[in-house]
């Protein structure tokens, strides 16, 4: 996912999660890795059948797991990028609330950093890279206990600041990727 290549992310961890043998909670976890790959990848309505397939397959009532899977499926119901009768982006403000919301109820900081990962990611498709920077800000500063979600924020942070003409800063993220991996 790091390389921006999702469509093949999702197909890797289509087949982990299908392992024969392998515990409900790693197949749990493959299914919302593959659900978010898919949303990054543009294909929604694929992301909410593998998170509805995987709801469905005994998924815990609580926890970590759980509240990343409500937070996926918020990210997954986002409007594609449109623009308003200015021309300009439009902001998408239910889906934006949605998924803070579904952050703000979370308690497991790997599962906020998974939630802001993907409202960086939902800024970021509207055109609004501001603010994409100050979520994958929030993922890298304060919940770098998502490790694999650091990381892809920490890449994508060096493209924000270079796209925001702020070379400085886009070098620093470029240096730290190796240290976050």
């Known amino acids: 996912m790091e390389l921006g290549q999702y469509d ?3 197909k890797l961890l ?6 024969p043998g392998l515990p409900k909670p790693l197949a749990h976890e493959a299914r919302l890795a593959q659900a978010a790959a898919l949303i990054r990848a543009g294909k929604a309505s694929e992301a909410q059948a593998v998170l509805s397939a995987a709801a469905a397959d005994g998924f815990p009532a609580s926890g970590r797991l759980r509240q990343e899977l409500t937070i996926v499926q918020a990210a997954a119901k986002a409007p594609k990028p449109a623009t308003g009768s200015d021309g300009r982006p439009a902001k998408p403000a239910e889906a934006v609330k949605a998924l803070e919301d579904a952050i703000g109820q979370a308690t497991a900081a790997e599962a906020r ?5 993907l409202l960086g990611d939902l800024y970021a498709a509207h055109g609004f890279p501001r ?3 100050w ?9 770098p206990e998502a490790k694999d ?3 892809l924020a920490v890449r994508k942070l ?3 600041f270079e796209a925001l003409d702020d070379r400085d800063r886009a070098e620093q993220y470029r240096e730290k990727l190796p240290r976050v991996r």
């Open 113 to 117: 950093g998974v939630g802001y990962g």
């Open 158 to 160: 060096a493209g924000v």
């Open 131 to 133: 603010d994409a920077m």
């Open 135 to 143: 979520s994958y800000l929030w993922v890298d500063t304060v919940y």
């Open 8 to 10: 093949e992310a999702a």
């Open 149 to 151: 979600e650091r990381v």
């Open 14 to 19: 289509a087949q982990v999660a299908a392992a």
